[in-house]
């Protein structure tokens, strides 16, 4: 009980802290709940008195009673109606905010992390967990209602006849246990149903979107993942449905107690009306009552306990923010030093191994890369030439001084200003699906309005006649204009966003151009050379003619730097690269 205190004050300071609950609401919302449970209570009494009146034919009390009664009703609808607009206007800022929230997160978190298939799962999990914030506040209001209501017409049936008060209470209470028993298996069956929900959804999208449709028809891949989505679909019905029966099960006993009550009391009632120690208006008045206190009773333990699964999920997500934000101060700690890049990068013995894998991605590189070199790096599948470039770029962070950009470790260096200075176009680069604009202005966001700029890096890339509407071209499947364009398309557009930056000193090219013809891609990125001269541009690709231009070339294998040099030492070692280069030379006759 203890921990369960202590979580709903954490969340309470959590809540005032960061979501700024708007106080003239919240307290508008109490007082209109308070006054409601004040008025289901007159309205015990009103009744009450109404068919007294009624048995001692007192046609103008009558009459007065009816108009109170009506009058109490409409003050209560009134107030109601208010406090649910002001609360759903609440709720729609709130879960505005939570969604800011969560892209927080997701910015704050390490590449790695969110590269790691753990990651979808907790990223429904913290959504899920996220609205739950707010869930917590309007139970406690309600929670306040509930007291009210019960305490009210618990003092009532206390008045009347002292055994009624002791049924209700009981009955109130046991349904309430029973709610309080099933939360511990709700919380988990919630948590399972989420996951779940992460691969029917997968599968759901593979069988429609229009993506996925060329290879879903020619290879008749239909059946095959129809049949996955089913599963995983019945499974979450099968949860859902589990979930469902809990929840009935407690409905059910706690109706059956009450019906089982209410007739207990029916028949003491009308005994003391036939012994004459209570009028017709009492029976009326202690049934209302009864099933007030009963409900209201169960409501609180119901409501506890909701509050309680609720403080379970934001429990975890603080964990997870708690973490998030370690790792992100540690990161604003060290990284102290400005980005400076005037000689060289030296890579010492750097190895990195992904959490989910045993063998390590790089295994002991050693390498230097001097300021306005064009090194290019190839090497077959899974070698590890993404992976070192994602480390050299400060994408992924290394612990130990095995990466100095002018000896400056770049773990103290600040990446913030690195990535200011460096870009890369990566094989899996973003189709944006809004205008053409966006896709060229992505390299360098504060030139989206310069047209001129943009018009020209476009025809840099061989584009500038490819749009019937120019920079404001829609592209994708977004809107009902838009047009789609061919893979090469999009890679020239993507390359586009490196001609409009700057001031970088480190270019990265991740085999952007595959899906060029040999000889167009040669063409490109002589162009980007020649762009790019005395910056320093590193380029992975497959082709060898276009790491023959290179300064340098490395060629990695298993992690490992195989060889290194220029294209005439490397074909005078007649290695790996000699290979490469008699398999592909016929393309650059
Ligand atoms: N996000 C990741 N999580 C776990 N393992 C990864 C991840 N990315 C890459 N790997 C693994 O690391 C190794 C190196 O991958 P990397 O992408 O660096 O190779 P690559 O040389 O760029 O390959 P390719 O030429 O196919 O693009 C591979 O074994 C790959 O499976």
């Known amino acids: 009980?203890?921990?369960?205190?202590?979580?709903?004050?954490?969340?309470?300071?959590?809540?005032?802290?960061?979501?700024?609950?708007?106080?003239?609401?919240?307290?508008?919302s109490l007082l209109a709940y308070i006054v409601s449970a004040l008025q289901s209570n007159l309205s015990v009494y009103a009744s009450k008195f109404i068919v007294d009146q009624l048995t001692l034919q007192n046609l103008n009390l009558l009459m007065g009673g009816i108009a109170l009664l009506i009058l109490f009703q409409l003050l209560r609808v009134g107030l109601d109606s208010y406090a649910q607009l002001k609360s759903?206007?609440?709720?729609?800022?709130?879960?505005?905010?939570?969604?800011?929230?969560?892209i927080d997160l997701v910015a704050d978190t390490d590449l790695i992390e969110k590269e790691h298939p753990r990651f979808k799962g907790d990223f429904s999990y913290w959504s899920?967990?996220?609205?739950?914030?707010?869930?917590?506040?309007?139970?406690?209001?309600?929670?306040?209602?509930?007291?009210?209501?019960?305490?009210?017409?618990l003092f009532y049936l206390l008045h009347s006849y002292w055994v009624t008060a002791l049924l209700a209470l009981l009955v109130g209470t046991l349904r309430g246990i029973y709610d309080l028993r099933a939360v511990r298996q709700r919380v988990e069956i919630d948590e399972q149903l989420i996951r779940i929900t992460r691969s029917h959804h997968y599968y759901y999208d593979l069988l429609t979107t229009s993506e996925t449709q060329k290879e879903m028809m020619l290879f008749q891949l239909y059946p095959h993942f129809r049949k996955r989505w089913m599963d995983k679909k019945t499974e979450w019905a099968k949860l859902q449905i589990k979930l469902d029966k809990i929840n009935h099960q407690r409905i059910f006993r706690g109706e059956l107690l009450s019906i089982v009550n209410t007739g207990l009391v029916s028949?003491?009632?009308?005994?003391?009306?036939?012994?004459?120690?209570?009028?017709?208006?009492?029976?009326?008045?202690?049934?209302?009552?009864?099933?007030?206190?009963?409900?209201?009773?169960s409501s609180m333990?119901?409501?506890?306990?909701?509050?309680?699964?609720?403080?379970?999920?934001?429990?975890?997500?603080?964990?997870?923010e708690g973490s998030?934000?370690?790792?992100?101060?540690?990161?604003?700690?060290?990284?102290?030093?400005?980005?400076?890049?005037?000689?060289?990068?030296?890579?010492?013995?750097l190895t990195f191994r992904y959490p989910n894998q045993d063998k390590p991605a790089i295994a002991g590189i050693n390498a230097q890369i001097k300021k306005g070199e064009v090194v290019a790096i190839l090497g077959e599948n899974g070698s590890g030439k993404s992976t070192l470039i994602k480390l050299l770029l400060g994408l992924y962070r290394t612990h130990d001084d095995s990466i100095l950009?002018?000896?400056?470790?770049?773990?103290?260096?600040?990446?913030?200003?690195?990535?200011?200075?460096?870009?890369?176009?990566?094989?899996?680069?973003?189709?944006?699906?809004?205008?053409?604009?966006?896709?060229?202005?992505a390299g360098h966001i504060d030139d989206i309005d310069n047209s001129e700029k943009l018009n020209r890096m476009l025809a840099r890339v061989?584009?500038?006649?490819?749009?019937?509407?120019?920079?404001?071209?829609?592209?994708?499947?977004?809107?009902?204009?838009?047009?789609?364009?061919?893979?090469?398309?999009?890679?020239?557009?993507?390359?586009?966003?490196?001609?409009?930056?700057?001031?970088?000193?480190?270019?990265?090219?991740?085999?952007?151009?595959?899906?060029?013809?040999?000889?167009?891609?040669?063409?490109?990125?002589?162009?980007?050379?020649?762009?790019?001269?005395?910056?320093?541009?590193?380029?992975?690709?497959?082709?060898?003619?276009?790491?023959?231009?290179?300064?340098?070339?490395?060629?990695?294998?298993?992690?490992?730097?195989?060889?290194?040099?220029?294209?005439?030492?490397?074909?005078?070692?007649?290695?790996?690269?000699?290979?490469?280069?008699?398999?592909?030379?016929?393309?650059?006759?």
């Open 1 to 28: 009980m203890k921990s369960f205190l202590q979580t709903v004050k954490t969340t309470y300071d959590a809540t005032s802290r960061v979501y700024r609950f708007n106080k003239t609401v919240v307290i508008l």
């Open 88 to 102: 759903r206007k609440m709720s729609l800022e709130f879960s505005i905010q939570c969604e800011n929230q969560l």
């Open 128 to 153: 899920y967990s996220n609205s739950k914030y707010y869930d917590t506040y309007s139970i406690a209001i309600s929670l306040v209602k509930q007291i009210v209501l019960a305490a009210l017409s």
């Open 267 to 297: 028949v003491i009632t009308a005994y003391l009306i036939y012994k004459g120690s209570l009028s017709i208006g009492d029976y009326v008045a202690i049934t209302m009552a009864l099933s007030m206190t009963e409900n209201n009773i």
């Open 301 to 320: 333990f119901s409501s506890f306990s909701r509050l309680k699964e609720f403080c379970t999920h934001i429990e975890k997500l603080k964990l997870i």
């Open 324 to 349: 998030t934000q370690v790792a992100v101060s540690a990161e604003k700690q060290t990284q102290a030093e400005p980005f400076i890049f005037e000689h060289d990068i030296q890579i010492r013995e």
């Open 405 to 441: 950009y002018d000896g400056v470790s770049l773990k103290h260096i600040d990446r913030f200003q690195m990535w200011n200075k460096s870009s890369a176009i990566f094989q899996d680069f973003i189709r944006y699906m809004t205008q053409v604009r966006d896709n060229i202005a």
């Open 462 to 589: 061989g584009l500038s006649d490819t749009f019937k509407h120019g920079l404001d071209n829609r592209l994708g499947f977004l809107e009902d204009d838009a047009v789609n364009l061919s893979g090469g398309q999009w890679q020239r557009l993507a390359l586009s966003r490196v001609f409009v930056r700057d001031e970088d000193e480190l270019v990265v090219f991740d085999e952007p151009t595959a899906a060029l013809d040999p000889l167009s891609e040669v063409r490109l990125m002589n162009d980007i050379l020649g762009h790019f001269k005395g910056k320093t541009v590193l380029l992975i690709s497959h082709r060898v003619g276009v790491a023959r231009n290179a300064d340098r070339i490395i060629v990695m294998e298993r992690g490992r730097i195989a060889e290194t040099g220029t294209h005439e030492e490397l074909l005078a070692r007649q290695g790996l690269y000699s290979e490469m280069w008699n398999q592909q030379k016929q393309w650059y006759d």
